[in-house]
DNA sequence: CATATGCATGGGC
DNA sequence: GGCCCATGCATAT
């Protein structure tokens, strides 16, 4: 915050307006504004603030001060700067911070702050209760809606959890004990409270003087992380009301039903849908929810079953994008509040038509029912289309299992697939129930439809849009607005591999390495690899391209978008993890995958959160939409595009090898589907892995999104780490190059299939065998020489497995084609061209010879396999660790 | 036999 | 040990 400009800084006067001090020279900080900055203070504000004593001194006089419960310490609870400084408990009354922490019983307490009480939007939460019943199936018409009960029936008064209920709004009223998340049993009731709520703030407790009203504005959008700038414009979008200060975070829910099924906790708080919000609205959920929802009051009842879970995992917090909701909302005045989404199954996206819902979920937001037929229900899509599903469930050892039935059109018609997320919401006015989905990536349109049509690959993505920039920007956590609808962009090619793999095995385990490489989606590698620190991968530029090599694993970094500045320099934009603002920093930079701005240190005046962002919501928007074609960027070879072409389509399957580790290693707000086991972002379950028709849309070849890019890269750094070592390793083995022509294959080339040849003997692979299954050999073999090179690698060798007949085949014959292409080129230009370009005939087929040559080097070298008389069996085959090093 | 339906199973948390 | 839920699978159509 030091002297950069901003609204906060602007003034040379200190920012407490009852202050006249000038500010500090030194800029100190108080309190967040809803900017994302902080306040600043002079010297003497600054001193108090930090020392807590700020409202003391300054709002001595004002209302809101309350007494902490425990401690009896008299805590200002009016306004911002006071925000952080106390916790509602849910039995009203507050605590202060010190005690809370004492008395924190929720372990995900921590994710909260009281301040998340006020983040979201006061209007949303106003409208929230409002809510309507639900627009049933055709002739049923609205429906009461249901409460959300049981789950805070629990009988149990938790006095331990009541301790902390961060969504209570009891601004020493007697609201006490209103529950952001499912206090109001009826919708009634809550409005009532909400507008009693909000009465008070406009009138006693809150009242406060201009820079009050200015700190709540601040408090009820801003908190803590909410500095998106597209806050602003989300609430337009959604047409919040004026002014809302606080955000409450009530719930709406409606009496229970006499099916006894337990409303889950409601939908208690709606997110905005905007990534701060969304993650508001996951603290909401966690600590709201899951922490004390159970305990809440409610109306009652208490669970039959006595589960006190409420929770809605996380992996189906609803993560819209602003352009998922405008999407779903369009034009109207409608406000569209995201009750949850869920990325599909296999099962899910499959013929059946069945759509498993989460319980909880179901409970929560659906009307509730009694039968197991359940009740038909009119779903809007965002296109305005309605659907009509049965909302039913099974009874379940002694629960229930909620399913939508016939979504199977709605799914074809939104073209989803396994991996892709269907999201639900409610539109208001109408408590119309909205579904939309996200892809897991983006895709073209032409892609969307092959891939719904053919369902061919699962989306691996996953949580991709997470690594994706492109469709990472348009994360909620992003904060960022995207203009492109949903799916609409960058056609990431999701071929599952592994179709079959789905079928038979239940939940596959990806226990071998194959798998694994398959736990990351294309985007998040592309997305997050980086040159391991200290490392900075060095850049060979052979036949025109440019390679990067990385020394070491490459590591997952944050995703930030390269761009070109005015000044034709290179650049790149990450995003603070707490505030949301984008930096410019060097485009060589590489960032941790959780950077912040107080890491900024290319750009000591925005290093701080409070420092303005240099960016426009406006011109992030049209970044954003360019990280696919930015991506391109890193693409700087030119030259034979059109052998990269051919060996693009094979990139894919590059892009599998370039796969690290699971999505832990992804920002963890970016996952998804937090934890589930299934669906995590990257997993390769059938679910994530497999298309239910096994198949998928190609990104074509051409295509320059990140995804493409990066695999681009990896592929040239592939092909160049190899070149390079196969180059030293010739010069070693044999001083002659003149026999280059045949390689020797290096003795020691055949190093046990099982053990990862060292990377000092790129040992290419010498023969793919081809057998049958050649193609996967081949693609194999070709791939596996870089094994042991990069990290990244993985082995092919399993997809071929897993697949043999999908897609993946395919590409990676392409990309044989396309190392073989790039071997001849370096065979012939080394020694001169021989044979060897025979060789990288990809042909997957190829007669008994097939033996392929990955690298040109070894062409002599796979003749001679050593064990394999046959190349078929070469390498790959017996060995899943990939033989060569 | 193909598909739809409903419940059972079992892995993961 | 219980719950959730993806999928399996027997049965019905």
């Known amino acids: 915050m030091t002297s950069t400009p901003g609204a906060a800084s602007s003034s040379k006067i200190c920012f407490n307006s009852d202050c006249k001090d000038l500010k500090s020279e030194i800029p100190r900080k108080g309190w967040r504004l809803r900017t994302g900055e902080f306040a600043e203070l002079c010297d003497r504000c600054a001193f108090a603030f930090e020392e807590g004593r700020f409202c003391d001194t300054f709002h001595l006089n004002a209302s809101g001060w309350r007494t902490c419960e425990s401690c009896g310490k008299r805590v200002h609870c009016g306004c911002i700067v006071s925000v952080h400084a106390f916790t509602l408990l849910d039995a009203g009354g507050i605590e202060c911070v010190a005690c809370a922490r004492k008395n924190v019983v929720m372990g995900s307490s921590s994710s909260w702050s009281p301040s998340l009480i006020f983040h979201s939007s006061l209007s949303e939460r106003f409208k929230e209760y409002s809510a309507k019943g639900w627009t049933q199936l055709a002739g049923s018409g609205p429906v009461p809606w249901r409460q959300a009960p049981s789950l805070f029936n629990s009988p149990v008064t938790q006095p331990e959890l009541h301790s902390r209920v961060p969504y209570e709004v009891d601004l020493s009223t007697g609201i006490d004990r209103l529950n952001v998340c499912d206090r109001l049993s009826t919708p009634s009731l809550e409005k009532k409270k909400v507008e009693d709520f909000s009465e008070r703030l406009m009138n006693g407790t809150w009242k406060p003087g201009t820079r009050d009203i200015h700190e709540k504005g601040n408090a009820g959008i801003n908190c803590e992380e909410q500095h998106n700038p597209c806050l602003t414009k989300f609430q337009s979008s959604l047409k ?201 990536s983006t895709a073209s349109a032409s892609d969307q439809d092959n891939e719904a049509k053919n369902s061919n690959g699962l989306s691996m993505h996953g949580d991709a849009e997470m690594a994706d920039p492109t469709s990472w920007s348009k994360v909620d956590k992003s904060g960022y607005i995207a203009k492109e609808a949903l799916g609409a962009k960058v056609a990431v090619s999701r071929k599952r ?9 239940k939940r596959l385990r990806i226990d071998n390495e194959d798998l694994i490489e398959l736990k990351l989606t294309w985007e998040e590698a592309q997305g997050l690899l980086r040159p391991p620190a200290n490392h900075v991968a060095s850049v060979v530029v052979i036949e025109g391209f440019e390679f990067e090599e990385y020394e070491d694993a490459p590591i997952l970094g944050k995703p930030t978008i390269f761009a070109t500045d005015n000044m034709g320099e290179k650049i790149q934009w990450a995003q603070c993890e707490d505030c949301f603002k984008w930096r410019r920093l060097p485009s060589n930079v590489l960032l941790p995958s959780k950077w912040t701005c107080s890491s900024n240190s290319w750009d000591p005046e925005r290093s701080s959160c409070s420092a303005i962002q240099e960016l426009t919501a406006e011109q992030l928007e049209n970044l954003l939409p360019q990280c696919n074609p930015a991506a391109s960027k890193k693409m700087k070879a030119a030259k034979q595009e059109t052998e990269n072409v051919d060996a693009l389509e094979g990139l894919d399957t590059l892009a599998n090898l370039a796969i690290l580790g699971e999505g832990e290693s992804l920002p963890t707000s970016s996952q998804a589907t937090t934890k589930h086991p299934r669906h995590r972002p990257g997993c390769s379950c059938i679910v994530c892995i497999q298309p239910p028709s096994g198949k998928g849309p190609k990104h074509k070849q051409t295509c320059t999104c990140n995804v493409c890019e990066t695999v681009k890269r ?42 990862n040849a060292e990377n000092s003997s790129p040992k290419p692979i010498k023969i793919a065998s081809e057998g049958s299954e050649d193609d996967p050999n081949r693609v194999k073999s070709s791939i596996l020489p870089f094994k042991g ?79 394999r008389d046959h190349p078929v069996f070469s390498i790959k085959t017996s060995a899943p660790t990939s033989a060569t090093g």
């Open 789 to 867: 090179q990069i990290d990244l690698n993985i082995q092919p060798e399993r997809e071929e497995e897993l697949s043999p007949g999908s897609d993946s085949g395919s590409m990676m014959r392409l990309l044989q084609d396309a190392t073989d292409k790039h071997l001849r080129q370096q065979s012939t230009l080394t020694s001169g061209g021989n044979s060897n370009s025979e060789v990288s005939q990809t042909q997957p087929g190829g007669g008994p010879e097939g033996e392929k040559i990955s690298n040109s080097v070894n062409l002599g070298a796979s003749h001679q396999d050593i064990d």
């Open 497 to 505: 591999k592994n179709s079959m793999l789905g079928s038979k095995s």
């Open 240 to 440: 919040e009301e004026p002014n809302p200060q606080f955000g409450l975070a009530v719930s709406y829910t409606s009496p229970d039903e006499a099916n006894g099924q337990n409303g889950v906790s409601g939908t208690h708080l709606r997110p905005n849908p905007q990534p701060p919000l969304a993650k508001q609205f996951h603290s909401n959920l966690q600590n709201g929810t899951d922490s004390s929802g159970e305990t809440q009051i409610r109306n009652g009842r208490p669970r039959p079953d006595g589960r006190g879970k409420n929770n809605l995992f996380p992996r189906y917090w609803p993560r819209f994008t602003d352009q998922d909701l405008q999407q779903i909302t369009g034009d109207s005045n409608s406000v569209i509040t995201p009750l949850f989404e869920k990325m599909l199954s296999a099962s899910d996206a499959g013929r059946i038509g069945r759509l498993v819902l989460p319980k909880k979920c179901a409970e929560a937001h659906f009307p509730p029912i009694s039968q197991p037929e359940g009740l038909p229900l009119k779903v809007q899509d965002s296109k305005g289309k309605e659907w009509i599903f049965q909302f039913r469930f099974w009874p379940n050892n002694n629960s229930r299992m909620y399913v939508l039935e016939g979504v199977t059109p709605c799914i074809q018609n939104m073209q989803v697939q396994a991996g892709d997320v269907v999201t639900f919401s409610r539109l208001e006015p109408g408590g119309k129930l909205v579904m939309g989905f996200r892809k897991a």
């Open 714 to 755: 990896r592929f040239r750094t592939l092909m160049m780490r190899r070149e390079k070592k196969q180059s030293q390793k010739e010069a070693e083995t044999t001083s002659k190059k003149q026999q280059t022509s045949l390689p020797d294959k290096v003795p020691d080339d055949d190093p046990p299939p099982c053990t």
